[in-house]
């Protein structure tokens, strides 16, 4: 139960804090749409092309998602948890993404924590704790009938983070075991660029049941490349436009359309070959694996001013003195009066 309380106050939180950026960051896009030029009749060496105004962007949607293990396989450790916002900004949404790049843009702000098994007492050979913070610019659009994400993200570890810090004084408030020994051996405040596009391509199989195979590589942070696929039965993701999570692979909505509407059920999976990690350094005390596989699977219930998502997602090792993969539980939800 404490482990749970935990998991609703780190939301909280990050949420309060996260606000900001994306505020901003839809902000700043609202403000560079509005500094377009006047459109004004074609003149004697113009063509009407050349006189069509881009359309103003608008929020088209959000995104949230929470991560925890606790809600998984009842256990405290690895990926023990993280939260993700992202606030969609583009032209008035008609059910399909624009063929353009930068049409589409998501602000993200992403905050984990990475923990050894052990919080109190880390084994030698276990990974060290990383307080993990992004901030993130991506475009979502259309390329030859396939979906294309592509965008960079800031990434900050270590105590800059705040975010050992912030367990410490829940851990302590709530009276669980004291995690100093792995916070006093995290790794240093540094920054990183990590870029990420993903290529994937929607396949009905029939009214309700779609096929969508991806790929994606990962560079910076983590240096990957992976690929795998989802099958969705229902009508979710038909006019809406869905986000993909960083740890799990969960595809969540963010625009949701009528279209989406009722249940739906995904399952997936995929596999990686991992060349790099920041967190995983060669020459640390464990080593890296050099292929990650992941299954998932997700309910999904969407009514006219409301979604829930709840999921479950299976991680295998991700080093190689990691004793077992983890499961992680996943929760979406956005509810409108």
């Known amino acids: 139960m404490?482990?749970?309380?935990?998991?609703?106050?780190?939301?909280?939180?990050?949420?309060?804090?996260?606000?900001?950026?994306?505020?901003?960051?839809?902000?700043w896009a609202q403000d560079a749409a509005r500094s377009q030029p006047a459109i004004s009749p074609p003149g004697p060496n113009q063509t009407a092309e050349q006189t069509i105004q881009?359309?103003?962007?608008?929020?088209?949607?959000?995104?949230?998602?929470?991560?925890?293990?606790?809600i998984g396989d009842r256990k405290d450790r690895w990926h023990s948890s993280s939260y993700t916002i992202s606030r969609l900004?583009?032209?008035?949404?008609?059910?399909?993404?624009?063929?353009?790049?930068?049409?589409?843009?998501?602000?993200?702000?992403?905050?984990?924590?990475?923990?050894?098994?052990?919080?109190?007492?880390?084994?030698?050979?276990?990974?060290?704790?990383?307080?993990?913070?992004?901030?993130?610019?991506?475009?979502?659009?259309?390329?030859r009938e396939n979906e294309l994400s592509i965008?960079?993200?800031?990434?900050?570890?270590?105590?800059?983070?705040?975010?050992?810090a912030f367990q410490d004084t829940v851990h302590d408030f709530l009276g669980l075991p004291d995690g100093a020994p792995s916070y006093n051996a995290q790794f240093a405040n540094a920054t990183h660029l990590s870029g990420t596009a993903e290529l994937g391509r929607q396949i009905p199989l029939g009214n309700r049941l779609t096929l969508r195979p991806f790929v994606e590589g990962q560079v910076g942070f983590e240096t990957m490349a992976r690929a795998g696929v989802d099958v969705t039965l229902g009508n979710l993701a038909k006019d809406g436009l869905m986000l993909r999570d960083v740890n799990t692979g969960q595809?969540?909505?963010?625009?949701?359309?009528?279209?989406?509407?009722?249940?739906?059920?995904?399952?997936?999976?995929?596999?990686a070959r991992v060349a790099s990690s920041v967190l995983l350094p060669d020459g640390g005390s464990v080593t890296a694996s050099p292929t990650r596989a992941r299954l998932r699977a997700g309910l999904n219930w969407q009514g006219e001013n409301s979604f829930v998502f709840l999921g479950a997602t299976?991680?295998?090792?991700?080093?190689?003195?990691?004793?077992?993969?983890?499961t992680i539980g996943s929760l979406s939800l956005l509810v409108r009066f």
Request: aromatic share 14%; glycine share 14%; proline share 5%.
């Open 2 to 27: 404490a482990r749970r309380m935990f998991g609703y106050v780190f939301t909280a939180a990050l949420a309060s804090f996260a606000a900001t950026f994306v505020a901003c960051g839809g902000a």
């Open 251 to 271: 595809r969540y909505s963010a625009v949701q359309g009528p279209l989406g509407r009722g249940l739906s059920l995904t399952v997936g999976g995929d596999v």
């Open 151 to 164: 965008g960079t993200d800031l990434v900050l570890i270590g105590p800059q983070t705040g975010l050992s």
């Open 89 to 143: 900004r583009g032209p008035e949404w008609t059910g399909s993404l624009p063929n353009r790049i930068g049409q589409v843009l998501e602000f993200r702000f992403r905050a984990e924590n990475v923990t050894p098994e052990d919080l109190a007492a880390p084994a030698a050979q276990d990974r060290r704790y990383a307080g993990v913070m992004s901030f993130g610019y991506h475009s979502h659009s259309k390329w």
């Open 314 to 326: 299976y991680l295998s090792p991700e080093f190689e003195e990691q004793r077992e993969g983890q």
């Open 54 to 70: 881009q359309p103003a962007r608008e929020t088209i949607g959000w995104g949230r998602f929470f991560n925890n293990d606790y």
